[in-house]
């Protein structure tokens, strides 16, 4: 509850492996790792780097658009080594104007050796500003004793890459 400044880093990347959206089936890996930015007296990091490989299956029905995904994170542990971490989520979205998405998720986070469980859901609002620029916000509701109760997110999602690729 005394935590002030900013938290760790986390940076990654996604590389859509076949399909090219637009309704057909497509999937696509995504790699991403954090480093321990956050002051150590902070209590807003874990001191520790974190690594993350995913994969993502996605599909439009109609005017829904449905990903699902799933993800092996492998977590610094301060003791020495890293603990495993597994994420499954379910996202649906549906457009509400042309540049304006909204979007929920539903999803679950299990931590075998921490014996964890967190079971959550986000509803959200995604901006496409641009083709390779994405501004999204949203909240995240903790479903799940282990899960916190309410987070705010605010992010960006940039495409290096071509457009529509």
Same mark, same amino acid.
């Given at each position: 509850? $005394?935590?002030?400044?900013?938290?760790?880093?986390?940076?990654?990347?996604?590389?859509?492996?076949?399909?090219?959206g637009?309704?057909?089936?497509?999937?696509?890996?995504?790699?991403?790792?954090?480093?321990?930015?956050a002051? $150590?007296?902070?209590g807003?990091?874990?001191?520790?780097? $974190?690594?993350?490989?995913?994969?993502?299956?996605?599909?439009?029905?109609?005017?829904?658009? &449905?990903?699902?995904?799933y993800?092996?994170?492998?977590?610094?542990?301060?003791?020495?080594?890293?603990?495993?971490?597994?994420?499954?989520?379910?996202?649906?979205?549906?457009?509400? &104007?042309?540049?304006?998405?909204?979007?929920? /998720?539903?999803?679950?986070?299990?931590?075998? /050796?921490?014996?964890?469980?967190?079971?959550f859901?986000?509803?959200?609002?995604?901006?496409?500003?641009?083709?390779?620029c994405?501004?999204?916000?949203?909240?995240n509701?903790?479903?799940?004793?282990? &899960?916190?109760?309410?987070?705010?997110?605010?992010?960006?999602?940039?495409?290096?890459?071509?457009?529509?690729?």
């Amino acid at each position: 509850p $005394d935590a002030n400044g900013p938290g760790d880093l986390v940076l990654g990347m996604r590389q859509r492996l076949f399909g090219a959206g637009g309704g057909d089936l497509s999937g696509a890996l995504v790699l991403s790792g954090k480093l321990p930015t956050a002051a $150590d007296s902070s209590g807003l990091g874990s001191g520790e780097p $974190d690594v993350r490989l995913g994969a993502i299956v996605n599909r439009s029905f109609g005017g829904v658009g &449905a990903n699902l995904f799933y993800q092996y994170g492998a977590l610094g542990d301060p003791a020495g080594g890293s603990d495993d971490e597994h994420t499954l989520t379910l996202t649906l979205g549906t457009p509400l &104007a042309a540049e304006v998405t909204m979007f929920a /998720e539903l999803g679950a986070i299990w931590l075998p /050796e921490q014996d964890q469980r967190r079971v959550f859901c986000i509803p959200g609002l995604a901006w496409t500003v641009r083709p390779w620029c994405v501004l999204d916000c949203a909240l995240n509701v903790g479903l799940s004793d282990d &899960a916190p109760d309410l987070q705010l997110y605010v992010g960006s999602t940039i495409n290096f890459g071509r457009p529509g690729r």
